[in-house]
DNA sequence: CTGAAAGCGCTAACAT
DNA sequence: ATGTTAGCGCTTTCAG
């Protein structure tokens, strides 16, 4: 920068005008800067401007870490073939489906990040210790202005801490009475809304539901949204099996070949995801059951494969975009003015009726 | 930090080394700053750590903008209904399926950059004017310790410039004669050794090739391959008729239906990418054609949705997460040692012989 | 093994 | 509109 303020002929004050307020400097030496800038091929140093100006101008985002820490090779890829050839008969599926739900948010929040002017970083909470996931995370919130945080990534306790550095704004997950922003999707109104219609434009009076994992805040909400559609309709849901999926495809396909096997599918089985509604399409397609005629299945997530599954699912979309561009907005506000009270905000879900609940559409 | 080292009655510089080389200071020592770490919440500042000692800890990726930066609206999500419930008939799709490919080369750099005790940011190159790119792209590069650039997100002069602050490697793409490094895919190969495959263990003769967009370097080098089989088997690639599908699901679908329509199907369509091969299986299942008995359909990419497809795709696998992952083994080799001389990679490729040509598998 | 001191490259008052 | 100057919070010689 002193190189570029002599070879402009100016004060390093000014140069720095020039790249971060230019209104301020007269065209003619903003030319002049501009151009050493040019010729001198200078890149200003994020890490002095983020020293003097006490802002860094970068975001973070942490996600819960979904590989299992792969193969740790150090690969040395000199040695190997250029072309392997190889069958590759069908297997199940081993990528939990899960982070398609994650890359959206993703998304979402380097799309607003960029409108805001802000950088992102993202980390992935790979399992390990506690302490080293606590320094990973303290190491991160040094980095960055604001911190956002995918649910079950992280201790609350931990967040609580980094909290009082940096605005953290929690997103998905369960609502607690924390002291930073959270951010959540509306579960149980939209589980309860596709149920309701379920009820009420298909007369179904004996939906099966497909849970996720017993630790799942969101798959709480949603079961207590179908809950309450049938409680609101005169059905006592707690008299209605329910079966145990994981958020599995694989499992669910095996729960729903269960049921075949022993003839006791329901007008409806309402899943607590898509990726599992996939997996119970999976197992009715070869069985001849046909979709929704004998039986309707649901999703809820709104994933791209479910627009495209034949038939075409029936779920509840998820603004995955339009939480991560939340997550963003929240941070910047605080940043922008550190002591707001901590809000939480809930975003709208939207009922996507398709074939396997109507049957073929327009 | 001054905080830290009056608490623990030690000065800064034992807190530096605490945090940075524990091993320069005695255990007691170290236990005691700990404590006073923990107990004043302290979190080092990425600025002044980065300022100090001349690197930042963080890499950076640039990933080419696929969002056609879409609906700006800053959303006042207070005033919108909770659920909505709405029919969603069958529409084209919209999204390019290729970032599902940057994707995996995001998951790959995350996770060698964590090994590596990197963090990572990530930048996506929003259109906009060329200086703006430039902007940005300079901005990115003031904040990490090395770049790494997937192909035509950037232009080269750009990177060169940013080239000679800070190691950049460039993804994908052309290779082309820089001061960078620079890491590819096999794809000449892969495609051609899928072509042999067709034409010697399927007696092939007269494969059509469907092309992606003009500019793509990779599907050159993919078309490449694939006349290279052909000629090598002497038949004149020339002679047959190549189509235009522009790496999208939907025009290849449509090219595939012109061509059920004229009732000029080859014994085998070679696709430039998954998407278009899946495209054109959409066209072929409606009109009732057998694959692979009655043509053989292959893609390129390997990607997720290809495994899963009715008939399963054969199709060639990129090593995106490898590829992800070797950026940042070039960068952290790069940043270790600056003036090393350029290298250039090429990952190798699996041909992976599936349904689509092979038939019902094991 | 620990402390003292000199910056790292910028921004933000404050002057002019 | 531009220059001067005092740090920002850390790492890193260099002594001890």
Redesign the pocket.
Known sequence: ??DVAAHA??????V??V??RPD???AS?QERVLQAVRELRYV??GS??G????RTGVLGLFLPGVDAVEDLSDAEVGEQRPVEVRRDPAKPDQRPGANLYFEEVLRGCELEAWRQGFSLMICVGRGRSPESLEITLSDLAGKVDGLAVIAQSAPHDVLRRIGDSIPVVYLAGQRRDDDFDHITVRNREGMRALTEHLIDDHGVRDPMYLTGPFDSPDDAERYGGFAEALEGRGINPTALPVLHGEFSRERARAVAEDLIAGGRLPRALVCANDQMALGVLDALRPAGIRVPEDIIVTGFDGIDEGARSTPRLTTVMQPMLELGRAAVRAMVARVTDPDLEPVSTELPVTVLLRESCEGPLG
Chains 1, 2 share one sequence.
Not at 9 to 14: E, K, L, N, R
């Open positions: 920068m002193y002929g100016v004060s390093i004050a000014t720095s005008r790249l971060t301020d400097v007269r030496t200003p140093s002095a401007r020293l003097a100006a006490r």
